[in-house]
């Protein structure tokens, strides 16, 4: 996917930045993220988009989850994160914030985009397989308007406000990597989807 590729790139990029004290978003970084979410949601639409209902609810195994189930996911997990970003920004300013959060940007930069490694989601956000698809595209458009608003517009200092992690590996992430987070999610489920799709006894219609 070009979107993927993209996400690549930008890892590279960032691997060799020395990170600046300014605790604000660079101006490469808010156009990278803007660029991501605006993709992203193009990227979902189109991965559930002309599905029948067969097709939507069908599972690969009783274990494993529907398109329906991942998109329901994709919408709830972007809800929390979005509340996680806000709890951050709600924590006072942490002065080594630099060293308590160097690389991670990185790292979820790699691991969320290509899929690496498997995780047990929160049980806050397990799809139920009850909610209906015009409330999850709804609810979607929805809170992508919203975390894209705020990306594009927001001159708070996200990265000296950090939250927390279940997995140590990025525990303690800032807010601005906690809004990072959201696209690069969503990216690693619609890949989810489109294996769903191509596995065999996919409902050809």
Not at 32 to 61: H, I, N, R
Not at 102 to 131: F, T, W
Not at 153 to 181: G, M, R
Request: a positive charge; aromatic letters at 8%; proline letters at 7%.
């Amino acid at each position: 996917m070009k979107l993927a590729a993209a996400v690549l790139c930008l890892a590279g990029c960032l691997a060799g930045f020395v990170r600046a004290a300014d605790p604000t978003m660079t101006a490469q970084e808010r156009a990278q993220l803007v660029q991501f979410m605006k993709d992203g949601q193009k990227e979902f639409v189109a991965a559930v988009s002309g599905l029948s209902d067969e097709q939507w609810k069908w599972k690969p195994a009783p274990t494993r989850w529907s398109v329906g189930e991942c998109a329901e996911h994709i919408v709830l997990a972007e809800d929390m994160l979005w509340a996680q970003a806000q709890q951050a920004l709600k924590s006072p300013a942490v002065a080594d914030w630099d060293k308590q959060t160097a690389g991670k940007s990185e790292l979820l930069l790699r691991v969320m985009a290509q899929r690496q490694g498997k995780a047990q989601a929160p049980e806050d956000i397990v799809p139920s397989g009850k909610m209906p698809r015009a409330e999850i595209m709804k609810k979607f458009a929805e809170v992508r308007g919203r975390s894209l608003q705020f990306a594009a517009s927001t001159d708070l200092p996200l990265k000296e406000h950090l939250a927390p992690h279940p997995f140590p590996i990025f525990n303690p992430l800032n807010a601005y990597q906690w809004v990072l987070y959201i696209p690069l999610h969503q990216m690693r489920h619609d890949k989810q989807i489109e294996e769903v799709k191509a596995t065999t006894g996919f409902p050809a219609k």
